[in-house]
Every structure is written in structure tokens, then in C-alpha cells.
């Protein structure tokens, strides 16, 4: 009777904190959005709008248009963006998602935005 009362107690505990999805700070998660949108639409300038200066600088024309090939069937598909936490990197915040990709076969991939001041420091998706 005892292991049936701790193996319930486990399983709801595992089952309250599984529902408990971590919700992604608003700035972060705004500009997640506006970088993807802008990815999806190969639009250098609407990328920038959320950026430092050197991520400004490191962001060409032609790197926009080579990320926005890479990965913009996919963006206009449809995804879910699943808010999974965030690490503290000396002088920047991390941020991370897990994009769920809904085309039949897409592996899911992780979004990584750093920031510093409030702006976009660092953004990839892996």
C-alpha cells in the first residue's frame, strides 16, 4: 500500500510539473517572432529592427537571402515555437525554442537568441 501511495505521489508530481510549460519572457519572444517573420519574408530590414549594431553589420543581403532560402518553405508551412529556457552568458541572456516544424517528416530544430540591452545580439536556428 505504502509504494502504491509514493508511485502516485511521483506520477503527480511528474505530471504537474510536465503541464507547467515555461512561458518565454515578452521581449525575447517578440523578438524571436520579428526574426523569423522576417526570415520567412527575406526582409533584411524588418530583421534588423530588433538587432544590435554588430548583429546589424553581420547580417548581409546575402546572408539574409541564403538563411531565407534555407529556411523559409518551412517558416510558411507553419511551426510552433515551444519556449524552453534560458542560460545567463556573461555580458548576454540566451534564450532558447524548440521549432516544431509541421511538415510530415521535419526534424525539429532549436532557435538560439542572445541579447544585450535589449536588443538581438545573437540569433541562429540549429
Known sequence: MMKT??????????TTLSSSALEAPKEPASALKVLLDATQNKDL??????????????????????VSQRFAEFLKQGYQACYMGSL???????????????????????????????????????
Open 88 to 126: 545567463d552568458r556573461k555580458s548576454v541572456k540566451t534564450f532558447y525554442w524548440k521549432l516544431d516544424f509541421k511538415t510530415d517528416g521535419r526534424p525539429d530544430m532549436l532557435a538560439e537568441l542572445s541579447m544585450k540591452d535589449g536588443k538581438v545580439a545573437g540569433f541562429f536556428i540549429r
Open 45 to 66: 530590414e524588418k530583421f534588423e529592427s530588433v538587432c544590435n549594431e554588430v548583429m546589424q553589420q553581420a547580417m548581409t543581403e546575402e546572408t539574409m537571402a541564403a
Open 5 to 14: 501511495s509514493y508511485l502516485a505521489l511521483a506520477l503527480l508530481a511528474l
